[in-house]
Nanobody, 122 residues
Framework: QVQLVDSGGGLVQAGGSLRLACAVS????????LGWFRHVPGKEREFVAG????????WYGAFVKGRFTVSRDNAKNTMYLQMNSLKPEDTAVYYC???????????????WGQGTRVTVSS
């Protein structure tokens, strides 16, 4: 059974940084692609970043523009999202998710964390 537990959210001022973590257990080859999404009430869940766990290759949503970096630690079975130069519009609940294929749409992800809230004050 795949389980994802995300953490690291909080309150930060604009221009600041946060690092989110997603602890993964029960991961198999069918969940080799991990991603971060974010959700604001009234909007669809938005793709933020993804990583191919085996290859280490990464991809990002267009709005990221070099501000965020996704990475993983094999020894800890944990994925990270380092977020720099945060803006008030980055305020959202951030979720990690796992998929068996490379994807940027939430429907392609089978397993989800519980979410961690990020609030960026102006």
């Amino acid at each position: 059974q795949v389980q994802l537990v995300d953490s690291g959210g909080g309150l930060v001022q604009a221009g600041g940084s946060l690092r989110l973590a997603c602890a993964v257990s029960g991961r198999t080859f069918s969940t080799n692609f991990l991603g971060w999404f974010r959700h604001v009430p009234g909007k669809e869940r938005e793709f933020v970043a993804g990583i191919d766990w085996s290859a280490g290759s990464t991809w990002y949503g267009a709005f990221v523009k070099g501000r965020f970096t996704v990475s993983r630690d094999n020894a800890k079975n944990t994925m990270y999202l380092q977020m720099n130069s945060l803006k008030p519009e980055d305020t959202a609940v951030y979720y990690c998710a796992a998929s068996k294929k490379w994807a940027t749409i939430q429907a392609s992800y089978d397993y989800w964390g519980q979410g961690t809230r990020v609030t960026v004050s102006s």
